[in-house]
């Protein structure tokens, strides 16, 4: 395509010699296709239902149906009026209790409805190699979910391949790079934590520093907080140092929960660099620190009290399992949060870790 990027609906790569018959100028919310007009409709939420009202529409399609509001959804068949008129979806499962499966797919013969089941490996556009290695980036619930078009329900453990004897390390290497992943709290505890890339090509939660106001009955302001948080990581020291070694760890980037603005400002003000919102897509992030806790490439230093309190008790939430959600227990997360912000934020440093040829086991 060269330097300038081309919109894919009119790449010939993709639509042969249909593409000259699509129209698309980059950001409008219409196109033309063959004549006809196209709207392009996002659904982030319930409010995009309201888009849809007054339209009259022959043909939909709708890319990740599990991700767009049942609202939506109710909405677009409504409008689907012309005789013959057909909606075609496309998407990864979700629970068995997603409103798409229990309202729809699983009502198909009543509804006039049709559907087919296809495995990641039933893509033949994709090469083995790129099967194997999704393969291995995906394990328990996502694999089943992602790599075998299973829907299955979350529930029980969240991390079931945590394993205190095989997880939990009492000496780190030596590391490359250090990170901070930081779950603020005012009541609630407050967790910075420190993750290492060590030389060995694994990920080590190297250290933690905690404070929990209730347990105290101690609150600290976001000035303290800076202050503590900076202090600890100036007297941090690796547990294999050389006594002579001075202490200090310096992250590269220190990722804060994305609520805690405050103290992110207060962070920045007093001159902590490195400093970005974290990451916080919850479901993408726990399948990132179950990929590396599976393959073996993510370890906890025994120093690491409450991430290791918290995280076999670390539970999806039944109630939202019920509503064909999936969504961790807040209670006792804290540290499993930290942990969870400074992993995903920080994907793109070691996916290639999970390769299907850089596969290890836990030592």
């Known amino acids: 395509m060269g330097p300038e990027k081309r919109d894919a609906r009119t790449a010939p790569a993709l639509f042969g010699p249909l593409a000259r018959h699509v129209h698309h100028t980059r950001g409008a919310t219409t196109a033309t296709i063959l004549g006809h007009t196209v709207h392009l409709i996002g659904a982030a939420d319930t409010r995009a239902e309201g888009r849809l009202r007054g339209l009259t529409a022959q043909l939909a399609y709708v890319d990740e149906a599990t991700l767009v509001p049942e609202e939506f959804w109710t909405q677009l068949l409504a409008r689907l ?3 013959g008129a057909r909606l075609f979806a496309t998407t990864n499962p979700d629970s068995p209790r997603h409103w798409l499966k229990v309202g729809y797919l699983g009502r198909a013969a009543e509804l006039n409805l049709r559907s087919w089941h296809f495995r990641l490996s039933d893509n033949p556009s994709l090469s083995p190699e790129y099967v194997a290695d999704l393969a291995a980036e995906y394990v328990g619930l996502w694999r089943k979910r992602m790599i075998e078009g299973a829907w299955v329900v979350a529930e029980g453990a969240i991390y079931d ?6 997880h939990v390390v009492d000496a780190l290497p030596d590391m490359r790079r250090y990170w901070l992943g930081v779950d603020y709290g005012t009541t609630n505890p407050f967790v910075a934590l420190l993750l290492g890339e060590g030389v060995d090509d694994r990920l080590y939660a190297c250290g933690e520093w905690r404070h929990e106001a209730r347990a105290t009955h101690q609150s600290m302001t976001d000035a303290q907080y800076s202050a503590a948080v900076r202090k600890w990581l100036g007297h941090w ?6 006594p002579d070694a001075p ?3 310096a992250p590269e980037w220190t990722f804060i929960d994305p609520s805690a603005a405050s103290f992110s400002t207060q962070m920045w003000a007093d001159g902590h660099p490195g400093l970005a919102r974290a990451t916080n897509d919850v479901a993408d992030g726990i399948r990132s620190v179950s990929s590396l806790l599976a393959a073996g490439r993510l370890l906890v230093h025994r120093s690491c009290e409450g991430l290791l309190t ?7 939430d039944p109630k939202a399992t019920d509503r064909g ?3 961790p227990l807040k209670v006792d997360d804290h540290s499993a949060d930290a942990l969870r912000y400074v992993v995903h934020s920080t994907a793109h440093e070691w996916r290639h870790l999970l390769t299907s040829t850089n596969e290890t086991s836990v030592p």
């Open 81 to 83: 009026s012309v005789p």
């Open 325 to 327: 959600e999936d969504a």
């Open 247 to 249: 202490a200090g760890v």
């Open 237 to 242: 020291r690796h547990p294999d140092a050389d």
């Open 310 to 316: 918290e995280l076999p008790g670390y539970s999806w």
């Open 161 to 166: 391949t945590w394993d205190e004897g095989a």
